[in-house]
């Protein structure tokens, strides 16, 4: 099982930049696909991001491509997004998920273990 905790959240001006940290305890963090996805008020939740442990690869929704980045860093157990040009659209709560595995899944339930979130505010 792996315990994840989310920080870097805030409030921002649109155009402005965050960066989410996804810190990881437990299991071997190396060997888990991660993701984030977030949930805005009155709306479904939306996958944002992907990186696949096994090759690296990632996957950034289209609302998000271009602007956002996801990355991780195994010596500290720790996954990132980097989000820039935020846009108020962008507000929401971000959650990091994690599962066991090399997968590409780019469905919120297809992840075992959830972050407690981070909410992120964008003003105009």
């Known amino acids: 099982q792996v315990q994840l905790v989310e920080s870097g959240g805030g409030l921002v001006q649109a155009g402005g930049s965050l960066r989410l940290s996804c810190a990881a305890s437990g299991r071997t963090f190396s060997s888990y696909t991660m993701g984030w996805i977030r949930q805005a008020p009155g709306k479904e939740r939306e996958f944002v991001a992907r990186l696949t442990f096994s090759d690296g690869s990632t996957y950034h929704a289209n609302s998000v491509k271009g602007r956002f980045a996801i990355s991780r860093d195994n010596t500290k157990n720790t996954v990132y997004l980097q989000m820039n040009s935020l846009k108020p659209e962008d507000t929401a709560v971000y959650y990091c998920?994690?599962?066991?595995?090399?997968?590409?899944?780019?469905?919120?339930?297809?992840?075992?273990?959830w972050g407690q979130g981070t909410q992120v505010t964008v003003s105009s």
């Open positions: 998920a994690a599962k066991d595995g090399s997968y590409y899944y780019t469905t919120s339930g297809a992840y075992d273990y």
